[in-house]
T-cell receptor, first 112, second 114 residues
């Protein structure tokens, strides 16, 4: 079945360093979404990418959607302690567009 | 606007019991989805409802069921609980109708099965 994979599983950085997480789908996606979950919290929607090759920025966060619409990345410039959490990518299920398939997430730890 | 509200937030049950979890979506959102989150499996889709109709069900046994009411509120039920059902159950609502759009999650109901 359709799979959404993320790497790395964990990342530990010093505050101020950059961070990137990568997401790959086994099938072409109509869109890809990114969520952030703080420790003890719930996933919070960050952004949705729809177009092939799309790049969107939110302050220090840069999101990219691959040309083939099968991969995506999230890059954080100059991490801060407030960036701590798990970042998930998700894409519509190929069998049913009403469900999202989530990657297992990348847990980011930032030490001051 | 109030966010997605889930009750109860925490509950402890024993094997063989059943549990009902409740979700009130954001006002105006008619799509409600349920996800199970565990450390090993991550976020797994349970089911999605729109206008009281279940449009899709994930790969979970029949012990997991749900429904949606005319006011878009939703409930999910797990019968004959097993230890492996211990998880965070997340409800999410969406303003999108035709395809899985951005999800607004509630804080979740953390179920512990002893």
């Amino acid at each position: 079945g359709q799979q959404v994979m993320q790497i790395p599983q964990y990342q530990h950085v010093q505050e101020g360093e950059d961070f990137t997480t990568y997401c790959n789908s086994s099938t072409t996606l109509s869109n890809i979404q990114w969520y952030k979950q703080r420790p003890g919290g719930h996933p919070v929607f960050l952004i949705q990418l729809v177009k092939s090759g799309e790049v969107k920025k939110q302050k220090r966060l840069t999101f990219q959607f691959g040309e083939a619409k099968k991969n995506s990345s999230l890059h954080i410039t100059a991490t801060q302690t407030t960036d701590v959490g798990t970042y998930f990518c998700a894409g519509p299920n190929s069998n049913s567009g009403y469900a999202l398939n989530f990657g297992k997430g990348t847990s980011l730890l930032v030490t001051p | 606007k109030a966010g997605v509200t889930q009750t109860p937030r925490y509950l402890i049950k024993t094997r063989g019991q059943q549990v009902t979890l409740s979700c009130s979506p954001i006002s105006g959102h008619r799509s409600v989805s349920w996800y199970q989150q565990t450390p090993g499996q991550g976020l797994q889709f349970l089911f999605e409802y729109f206008s009281e109709t279940q449009r899709n069900k994930g790969n979970f046994p029949g012990r997991f069921s749900g429904r949606q009411f005319s006011n878009s509120r939703s409930e999910m039920n797990v019968s004959t609980l097993e230890l492996g059902d211990s998880a965070l159950y997340l409800c999410a609502s969406s303003p999108r109708q035709l395809v899985a759009g951005e999800l607004f999650f509630g804080e979740g109901s953390r179920l512990t099965v002893l």
